[in-house]
């Protein structure tokens, strides 16, 4: 068990759940807006629809590495491309964070658990990266595929769910550094293109 990879994943799905996205955006203004709890709710859910993207990914993945080397190495090629493609769109976007409420309005933290778990599991783009993601990071040769996919899914559900649920519980302080310090979401853009770009790099030259 190669433990570095390991480290360099749990190091990398950091940096992404920091990142601002629309998931910890719509976890920071329902706490904001309704409360820590609510926050926390939505993060609940959010986290476990990765365990969907997760299943998919663990038994489409391993049955393609079964079939063909060649065909392993096309995934991994265009989850490269993928991700190179992402760090292109991050850095032509805007690093400003748009944090006015919009009428959020109150939910049950049933319904927000619902909600931020219908997110995550609807969305076809947490597939794709899921897909364009795990593949670098299998960290043995002995241990199987679809067992290495879930320790990967868990690793990032379980860094996934302390990020957000850290910006749920300070939501305040965490929009006003932001009102305030302009240059940090650029720091978190620019981040967020570095670690893109690497991650892609990586998966490209990763072994099987």
């Known amino acids: 068990m190669n433990y570095e990879i390991l480290y360099a994943f749990v190091f990398a799905a950091t940096i992404l759940a920091l990142s601002p996205g629309p998931d910890n955006i719509f976890v920071l203004m329902q706490s904001m807006v309704n409360g820590k709890k609510y926050g926390l709710a939505t993060v609940a859910g959010l986290v476990s629809g990765c365990l969907v993207h997760t299943s998919l990914v663990a038994f489409g993945v391993s049955a393609v590495i ?3 080397e060649l ?3 096309a995934v991994k090629l265009l989850g490269a491309l993928y991700l190179f493609y992402l760090a292109y769109k ?3 976007s805007d690093a400003a964070i748009d944090l ?3 009428g959020v309005p109150k939910k049950s933290l049933g319904q927000l658990f619902k ?3 219908l997110m995550n599991v609807l969305n076809p783009k947490v597939s794709i990266f899921f897909l364009a993601f795990f593949p670098g990071f ?4 002995t241990i199987s595929h679809v067992i290495q996919f879930y320790v990967l899914g868990f690793l ?3 860094v ?3 990020v957000f649920g850290l910006i749920a519980v300070l939501a305040g302080f965490i929009s006003d550094f932001i009102r305030t310090n302009k240059k940090a979401t650029i720091v978190l853009k620019w981040a967020q293109v570095v670690v893109f770009a690497g991650i892609g790099i990586f998966i490209l030259f990763s072994g099987k």
Request: glycine fraction near 8%.
């Open 156 to 158: 990032f559900m379980a």
């Open 160 to 162: 996934a769910f302390i």
């Open 71 to 73: 065909l392993f190495f």
């Open 115 to 117: 909600q931020g778990f």
């Open 100 to 102: 006015s409420d919009g």
């Open 66 to 68: 079964k079939q063909s």
């Open 90 to 92: 991050v850095w032509r």
């Open 138 to 141: 299998l960290f043995s040769n």
